[in-house]
């Protein structure tokens, strides 16, 4: 039983930077693998980037790769995304996700937060 909370996002210009970040409650991240996904209007959710409990592993969405990192904070309070050069198509509500047992790109996480908006626009 675990819930999960995205920091707020916001609006950026296109080319600017967002840092997003996630927590969960009760403190349980350091035990899950984390996913953070993203929705935008008449597309389906997709998974951006995940990160397993240890670091070792992570993948990352094609779309974003080279712009975005997941990452985990200190003490694993936080899993973060550091969102660079943005673009306008990346303007979507941006969900954190996370689940005991699968790692992976499909939409299979258990846990959710309620999302948050980001909006890139000039």
């Known amino acids: 039983q675990v819930q999960l909370a995205e920091s707020a996002g916001g609006w950026v210009r296109p080319g600017e930077s967002l840092r997003l970040w996630c927590e969960a409650s009760?403190?349980?991240?350091?035990?899950?693998?984390v996913a953070w996904l993203r929705q935008a209007p008449g597309r389906e959710r997709e998974v951006l980037a995940y990160i397993t409990p240890n670091g070792e592993r992570s993948d990352y969405s094609p779309f974003v790769r080279g712009r975005f990192t997941i990452s985990r904070g200190a003490f694993n309070k936080t899993v973060d995304l550091q969102m660079n050069k943005l673009k306008p198509e990346d303007t979507a509500v941006y969900y954190c996700?996370?689940?005991?047992?699968?790692?992976?790109?499909?939409?299979?996480?258990?846990?959710w937060g309620q999302g948050t908006q980001v909006t890139v626009s000039s």
């Open positions: 996700a996370a689940d005991p047992y699968y790692s992976g790109m499909d939409n299979k996480y258990r846990y």
């Open positions: 009760p403190p349980a991240l350091r035990y899950l693998t």
